[in-house]
């Protein structure tokens, strides 16, 4: 019965169409020569992310939803500076609802801190969230609603949310999008899956280290090429990435701040930028997840 129900809660919390649920996912990313705007001087961003998603069964209908995210940038901030670690953990808790046949919801709270974690106090500590509801047009498509919001160091920042997710009848291929967020358009053949991807994130970082007084506002866009091997019955993925990202880390004095972000627009930002733009790059990136796929019909243990 507790096997029932864990299936029954997955189900809910990825859509009918979803087929699967991604639990664990850790990766590791280097982008090469991001410029310094205006100097012959470069930096090398170097990530390192963690991913953890544990659900907790209520009842067939509802379940919280529990988890962490950890994520390291390494990178010089300024020209000729010594490297730089920002770090950024965040807590997921939050609670998934199954309505009817045709809606569904999900809302997680993301508190997080986010600074070099030299000297942690309550200014690294931000609050954050997401809430979807979700529309099941067909078996095979969903579409999503949303809206994240989260304080940062330079203010308030929120974004709508609209995507859908799509599997075609062969379950070859698929579509997962959540504008201006995500996206991820894949084809599968044998054991290997071959797919591009885009990630937009913006996100700031307190920073200590010698008194310095100021914080990160890092604006990142990835746009990547993707092969995917499929090992343990599509249980274990290993992805390869190779893709451009735009990973401008903009220095600030604390204190300063916009009146309101919303998307890419930001309002009353008269801020004085501290360090020079730091421009795009090539980036490589591996990644391994540990997916748990729902049983389909001819595995539905009621039927047996």
Do not use: C
């Not at 029932?4 to 997955?10: D, G, P, V």
């Not at 609050?127 to 579409?143: F, H, M, R, S, T």
């Amino acid at each position: 019965m507790k096997k029932i129900l864990f299936l029954l809660l997955l189900a809910s919390f990825a859509g009918q169409a979803q087929e699967y649920v991604d639990l664990f996912k850790v990766g590791y990313g280097q982008t090469f020569n991001n410029d310094f705007e205006g100097t012959n001087n470069s930096t090398e961003v170097k990530t390192f992310e963690v991913d953890l998603t544990f659900p907790v069964v209520l009842n067939d209908l509802h379940a919280l939803i529990t988890g962490g995210l950890f994520s390291r940038n390494n990178l010089q901030l300024f020209p000729q500076a010594e490297f730089s670690s920002l770090y950024s953990s965040t807590l997921k808790l939050g609670w998934a609802a199954t309505w009817n046949e045709k809606w569904s919801s999900t809302l997680v709270a993301l508190p997080k801190i986010a600074s070099d974690y030299k000297d942690i106090d309550g200014d690294d500590f931000y609050l954050g969230g997401v809430a979807l509801l979700k529309y099941q047009k067909k078996e095979n498509l969903i579409y999503r609603f949303g809206l994240y919001a989260s304080s940062e160091a330079f203010g308030v920042f929120s974004t709508p949310i609209f995507g859908w997710y799509y599997l075609s009848p062969s379950s070859q291929f698929e579509m997962d999008v959540s504008l201006p967020v995500s996206a991820d358009i894949n084809y599968t053949e044998g054991v290997f899956t071959y797919g591009l991807d885009y990630y937009g994130i913006g996100r700031s970082f307190n920073i200590d280290e010698n008194n310095a007084n100021v914080y990160a506002d890092l604006s990142s866009l990835e746009f990547a090429s993707y092969i995917q091997f499929n090992a343990f019955d599509k249980s274990v993925l290993l992805r390869a990435k190779f893709g451009y990202a735009s990973n401008d880390y903009e220095v600030y004095e604390q204190g300063e701040k916009i009146d309101l972000g919303i998307a890419a627009f930001s309002f009353g930002d008269d801020r004085t930028q501290l360090n020079p733009n730091i421009g795009g790059g090539l980036f490589l990136r591996f990644e391994a997840i540990y997916r748990f796929n729902l049983p389909g019909e001819d595995d539905d243990p009621e039927k047996k």
